[in-house]
């Protein structure tokens, strides 16, 4: 059984920075992809990053060139450093980690941009 908690969300002013942590328990590999996803209030969930086994990162366009995906393998945890937020990036934060088919969703962590 895998678990992720996710940590790090806030109020944050326009133009600033915060950093999410997803800790991870169980059977995780670090071969496997971890990602980050988000809901907007009205929104579906969208996908926001993900990082691979072999640290190769995507990106949404809307957040590429102002997130950063990494991870720490011996903490079992990935991080989502997000800067220059804007009023569009509030939202919940999900991660999300995929094995033999199966997929796991932390609870979320709420972001709030706003002035």
């Known amino acids: 059984q895998v678990q992720l908690v996710e940590s790090g969300g806030g109020l944050v002013q326009p133009g600033g920075s915060l950093r999410l942590s997803c800790a991870a328990s169980g059977s995780i590999l670090s071969t496997n992809v971890m990602s980050w996803h988000r809901q907007g209030p009205g929104q579906q969930r969208e996908f926001v990053a993900y990082l691979t086994g072999s640290d190769s990162t995507v990106y949404a366009d809307s957040v590429k060139g102002r997130f950063t995906i990494s991870r720490d393998n011996a903490k079992n945890t990935v991080y989502l450093q997000m800067g220059s937020l804007k009023p569009e990036d509030t939202a919940v934060y999900y991660c999300?980690?995929?094995?033999?088919?199966?997929?796991?969703w932390g609870q979320g962590t709420q972001v709030t941009v706003s002035s």
């Open positions: 999300k980690y995929c094995s033999a088919g199966s997929c796991y």
